[in-house]
């Protein structure tokens, strides 16, 4: 895993900054090229996907002992973006339902929880917008 942290614990982190600069400088320590994929496709409005959130059962896990994290899924993340050059031509709708579940069901449930709101492009995360991202990342959106 190339993180220190889950995504959901950055999250928290990000949610107690108190000001705008302290929540910038939580998304700039955490730089890292599959974050700001995270990011960008949290909040890129040209990046829309197209795959049924099924229903899924959270991971006993505790945090940090689960089978998969975020950020090692967010290279595979492509599999559920509408219209990706390079998703296989073969992916049917339910294909990428049952490709999604397994990887909700494999997440810490915090995680998982944060992909489902990522593909239905609503983190809910107070302050967290496009305008703050590009700040902190340039050029990203």
């Known amino acids: 895993m190339s993180a220190e942290k889950l995504y959901s614990e950055i999250f928290e982190e990000?949610?107690?900054?108190?000001?705008?600069?302290?929540?910038?400088?939580?998304?700039?320590?955490?730089d890292h090229p599959m974050f700001r994929l995270f990011l960008q496709a949290?909040?890129?409005?040209?990046?829309?996907?197209?795959v049924?959130?099924?229903?899924?059962?959270?991971a006993p896990e505790p945090a940090?002992?689960?089978?998969?994290?975020?950020d090692s899924e967010m290279s595979r993340i492509y599999r559920?973006?509408?219209?990706?050059?390079s998703r296989p031509a073969g992916l049917t709708d339910k294909k990428k339902?049952?490709?999604?579940?397994?990887?909700?069901?494999?997440l810490h449930k915090d995680e998982a929880?944060?992909?489902?709101?990522?593909?239905?492009?609503?983190?809910g995360i107070k302050h967290l917008t496009p305008k703050l991202v590009e700040e902190a990342f340039p050029g990203l959106l």
């Open 97 to 106: 339902s049952e490709l999604l579940l397994v990887t909700l069901e494999s």
């Open 64 to 70: 940090g002992l689960n089978y998969t994290y975020l």
């Open 52 to 58: 049924t959130v099924p229903k899924w059962r959270p």
């Open 80 to 85: 559920y973006v509408k219209d990706y050059p």
């Open 42 to 50: 949290a909040f890129h409005p040209n990046i829309v996907f197209d």
């Open 113 to 123: 929880d944060l992909l489902e709101r990522l593909v239905k492009k609503d983190l």
């Open 14 to 30: 990000f949610n107690k900054a108190p000001t705008k600069q302290e929540r910038l400088n939580v998304l700039r320590k955490y």
